[in-house]
C-alpha cells in the first residue's frame, strides 16, 4: 500500500516532543486538527504534530467502496473476521514515521502514538510491536483484535477512552482490550464517557492531563 503524506502541524520554538495521532475509517490527517488548540498545552514545551493519512483502499464492509482505511474492515462485526496483514502492514508504517522523529532529534521518550478507532488499533499494534521507550499510546474509542500479536518487551503507558454509546465499536471490545493489556502488564489509564463514536469536551481535558504526565514533564 502507498501511503499519503502526512500532515505536520509544527510549534513556533523547535519540537521537544512529538505526538503522531491516526484518524479512523474514511477521515483524513485533517480530522483531528482542530483539536490541537483545544488541549491547551503549555507554551514552554513546544509539540509537534503529526496526522498520517490513510491508504484508499476497498473496504468490504462498505461492498468495496473505496475509502482511507489502515487496514479492510470485512464485516458489521468486527471481531469475527481481522485484516491481521493490513493491520501489521500499517502499523509497521507508523514506526517508520516514528523512527523518522527520532531522526529529526526527537528522543523516543518524548513521542506519543495516539488513534481514533481502526488509527487506535494501529497505534497500539505499533506501540507492542516495538522496544523503543515510547511516552505513551492513546487509543480513542478503539479496540485490539485478539488475533493481533501483543507480546510486547516493553510495558507501555496507555490512555484508553470509549464511549458508553459506541453503535460503531462496541464498549465490549474496549474493555476486553483493557482487560488484555492490563493483564500483560500495561498501564492502561481507562475512561468512559456517555457518547457515541465520537470525541467529547471531558475526553479532550482528560486527554490534556494524560499529556502533561507522560510527554509535556519529560525533559528535552
Known amino acids: 500500500m502507498d501511503y499519503p503524506p502526512s500532515l505536520e502541524i509544527n510549534p513556533e520554538a523547535p519540537a521537544g516532543g512529538t505526538v503522531i495521532w491516526l484518524h479512523g475509517l474514511g477521515a483524513d490527517g485533517n480530522d483531528f486538527v482542530p483539536i490541537i488548540p483545544e488541549l491547551h498545552l503549555p507554551a514552554d514545551r ?87 521507550p515510547l511516552a505513551g499510546v492513546m487509543a480513542l474509542s478503539s479496540y485490539l483484535p485478539r488475533t493481533v500479536p501483543v507480546e510486547s518487551p516493553v510495558e ?19 474493555a476486553d482490550a483493557r482487560r488484555r493489556l492490563e493483564d500483560r502488564g500495561h498501564e492502561v489509564s481507562w475512561h468512559e464517557y456517555d457518547m457515541a463514536h465520537a470525541v467529547c469536551a471531558e475526553e479532550i481535558e482528560d486527554i490534556r492531563e494524560w499529556l502533561l504526565q507522560v510527554l509535556v514533564g519529560n525533559s528535552s
Open 46 to 132: 513546544p509539540l509537534r504534530f503529526v496526522f498520517p493519512n490513510a491508504p484508499s483502499i476497498p473496504v468490504t464492509v462498505n461492498s468495496g467502496y473505496v475509502m482511507p482505511a489502515w487496514y479492510d474492515i470485512y464485516a458489521m462485526d468486527l471481531l469475527a473476521k481481522i485484516d491481521v496483514k493490513g493491520i501489521l502492514h500499517s502499523a509497521d508504517y507508523l514506526l517508520k514515521l516514528v523512527d523518522q522523529e527520532i531522526a529529526r532529534g526527537i528522543a523516543p521518550e518524548n513521542i506519543v502514538l495516539a488513534g481514533f478507532s481502526q488509527g487506535g488499533v494501529i497505534a497500539l499494534t505499533a506501540a507492542l510491536r516495538t522496544d523503543l
Open 156 to 174: 507501555r503507558r496507555i490512555f484508553q477512552a470509549h464511549g458508553h454509546l459506541d453503535d460503531v465499536v462496541p464498549w465490549q471490545a474496549a
